[in-house]
């Protein structure tokens, strides 16, 4: 079975400091993506970062970043200099065929 | 950009009611989705078309069907609604079937039964 956790239902980080979501997953397939999605309050789902699983080379994009760890199928986020804009629910997704998702990690920024 | 629109944001409807959940995209985009997100539970697929008038079940398909005439539009009908299918309800698209393609959503539509 595919499935998704993330362990930290909320966390905090103060405005400027680095924080990083945790995310594991369960999988028997050797090809897949993962990705990361924010989901600020106004609901919007918005793509953080993806990364496939074939690729050793963590992706970044500007601030946030990945460490991909495939062995032990987990692929938690970092967020560096967070701003007051990150806060929001983050969900990390794992695609095979079908899009699995995590339960979500609420981000609190503060100022 | 791809735009997915869902028709509600907000929708407040009886027990019994027939309720239907409009979603469009305009990217012509093969696959569509409807997501189903409650605290704690992350999303769950309840229902996906790959093409227009093909659906399949998703992971909680029970008390829901979906109907998709057209390419662009992508509904989900809750036959009879129940308190249990409050919820928020997403509609998401994609391209294809390539792995990378990740899924574009809508605002959402936040539905209380009553």
């Known amino acids: 079975a595919q499935t998704v956790t993330q362990s930290q239902p909320e966390m905090s980080v103060q405005e400027a400091e680095t924080v990083t979501l945790s995310c594991t997953y369960d999988?028997?397939?050797?090809?897949?993506?993962l990705f990361w999605y924010k989901q600020p309050p106004s609901r919007q789902m918005i793509l953080v970062i993806r990364q496939e699983a074939y690729k050793q080379q963590n992706a970044t994009e500007n601030r946030f970043s990945v460490n991909f760890q495939k062995a032990a199928k987990s692929f938690s986020l970092k967020i560096s200099d967070s701003q007051l804009g990150d806060a929001a629910m983050y969900f990390c997704a794992h695609n095979f065929n079908k899009f699995y998702f995590g339960s979500g990690t609420k981000l609190n920024v503060k100022p | 950009d791809v735009k997915v629109t869902q028709s509600s944001r907000y929708l407040v409807k009886r027990t019994g009611e027939k309720v239907f959940l409009e979603c469009v995209q305009d990217m012509d985009h093969e696959n569509m989705f409807w997501y189903r997100q409650d605290p704690g539970l992350g999303l769950r697929l309840i229902y996906f078309?790959?093409?227009?008038?093909?659906?399949e079940k998703g992971d909680i398909p029970e008390g829901y069907s979906v109907s998709r005439e057209k390419k662009e539009r992508f509904s989900l009908i809750l036959e009879s609604a129940s308190t249990n299918q409050t919820s928020m309800y997403l509609c998401?698209?994609?391209?294809?079937?390539?792995?990378?393609?990740?899924?574009?959503f809508g605002n959402g539509t936040r539905l209380t039964v009553t």
């Open positions: 998401a698209s994609t391209p294809g079937t390539g792995r990378n393609s990740p899924l574009h």
């Open positions: 078309s790959y093409d227009v008038k093909m659906k």
């Open positions: 999988t028997s397939e050797s090809d897949y993506y």
